[in-house]
């Protein structure tokens, strides 16, 4: 046994013995910087790691994000038009809301990058759609009309996906609805009036008001969680959901008791927020605040270094977590115990992955931060990466992201798929 002044090298020994599993469930607990930065602490580290190739695969996307080319893919090019509100991820579409001469939400299949639907919603001016979310059943839009009366009608319409039909239409709120989500069969909405209504979407038919939630003394003017895009939780977790409100106040708040679970004043402004449990990050002007809500605390302040200001922000997830992969143990002419009593076997191994924060702000600036760097004690406060959305300073004003690709929409009327694999 390697044993000198008391100390072992476990990853040597595990190696020794040919224990590739255990030795793996080791490496997927390192976020991808520590993997490299495990690789240049002794050869033998780089080796166990070079010869994991799921540790090699994760090394390489985190590679390109940082790093990569993009491939630019077009989906919408309308000069004349604005890009109003986005969703992409999770599902098979791509739905986003345009603006001009009409509001209409436009539905294209992430595969193929074709159009597949096309909801008018309204010929009323204004009728801008400044939200949406869909599911595998139904697309859940917002609006603000036009009354005869004079003043603006805040409206969510219902869609259903299987024929693109209208289900029902409500008005959940007296003024503004900025966000709206989707967790299990319930829709979250935040308001211009200091709210945020919860709605039973189990007949779509039929909406019926669940709970009101207040608190925020102001605007709500960011909603998150994590219901629709992370499967690897505990239902708790995915039944939480953060928000913030002009006055710089951060809440967060369990669905199923309705009540808030956590409180705090970011001390900075405060405008948007995206959570991938345990984390969120919220943000306003050219500052973004990264925290850790489980334990809640602050973890660092980050700095746009940008001269416009932010307009929107959304953070990556893992896809890999708690799927289940095959035996790491490559085919060799031995036959060892150990290989003979694992190969084959079939293991649940959680990756916790790479968390990208990504930003847009109003002069078509997009940036990045990989949040295991920050976690692992990276001392920069500044992006990771920029790069700039065509020659033409046009707001972002809308964003998706998964682990392998970014989606922007913008007030130049462009829908583009950044995708890094």
């Known amino acids: ?80 038009y604005m890009v109003t509100a986005l969703a992409a991820h999770p599902g098979d579409s791509i739905i986003f809301g345009l603006l001009g001469d009409n509001a209409t939400v436009n539905m294209y299949k992430k595969d193929t990058l074709k159009l597949t639907a096309r909801l008018e919603q309204s010929r009323e001016f204004p009728a801008s759609i400044p939200a949406l979310v869909y599911n595998d059943q139904v697309v859940v839009t917002c609006v603000y009309e036009s009354l005869v009366q004079g003043g603006l009608n805040h409206v969510l319409y219902i869609w259903r996906r299987e024929d693109n039909s209208l289900a029902s239409t409500f008005s959940p709120h007296s003024q503004l609805i900025r966000t709206v989500k989707l967790a299990n069969n319930f829709i979250l909405t935040a308001s211009n009036d200091g709210t945020i209504v919860v709605t039973d979407l189990t007949n779509p038919s039929q909406p019926t008001l669940k709970h009101t939630l207040t608190g925020h003394k102001d605007y709500v003017s960011g909603l998150d969680n994590d219901a629709s895009r992370v499967v690897s939780v505990s239902v708790d977790n995915i039944m939480k959901v953060t928000s913030v409100s002009v006055d710089n106040i951060m809440k967060v708040w369990s669905i199923p008791s309705f009540k808030c679970v956590f409180s705090v004043n970011t001390e900075t402004p405060t405008l948007k927020v995206s959570m991938s449990w345990p984390l969120a990050v919220t943000g306003g002007k050219t500052t973004l605040v990264l925290w850790n809500l489980e334990l809640q605390f602050k973890i660092r302040e980050l700095n746009m270094e940008s001269l416009g200001s932010l307009s929107v922000v959304c953070m990556t997830y893992s896809a890999d977590a708690g799927t289940s992969i095959g ?34 702000d109003n002069h078509g600036k997009i940036s990045i931060w990989d949040t295991s760097r920050i976690i692992a004690g990276h001392s920069g406060v500044d992006p990771h990466r920029q790069f700039q959305i065509g020659p033409t300073a046009s707001m972002i004003s809308s964003l998706a992201v998964d682990e392998y690709s970014i989606i922007t929409g913008d007030w130049a009327g462009q829908v583009l798929v950044w995708k890094f694999v």
């Open 1 to 80: 046994m390697s044993l000198k002044n008391n100390k072992l090298d476990i990853l040597g020994e595990l190696q020794k013995r040919n224990l590739i599993n255990i030795l793996g469930n080791i490496l997927d607990q390192l976020s991808p910087h520590c993997l490299r930065l495990l690789q240049f602490t002794c050869s033998l580290y780089r080796e166990i790691v070079k010869d994991d190739p799921r540790s090699v695969r994760r090394l390489e996307l985190s590679r390109r994000w940082l790093y990569g080319q993009p491939t630019v893919l077009p989906i919408c090019q309308r000069p004349g």
């Open 327 to 360: 035996s790491r143990y490559k085919k060799t002419s031995s036959s060892s115990s150990c290989q003979q009593q694992h190969a084959g076997q079939q293991t649940k191994r959680r990756n916790p992955g790479n968390v990208y924060i990504v930003s847009g």
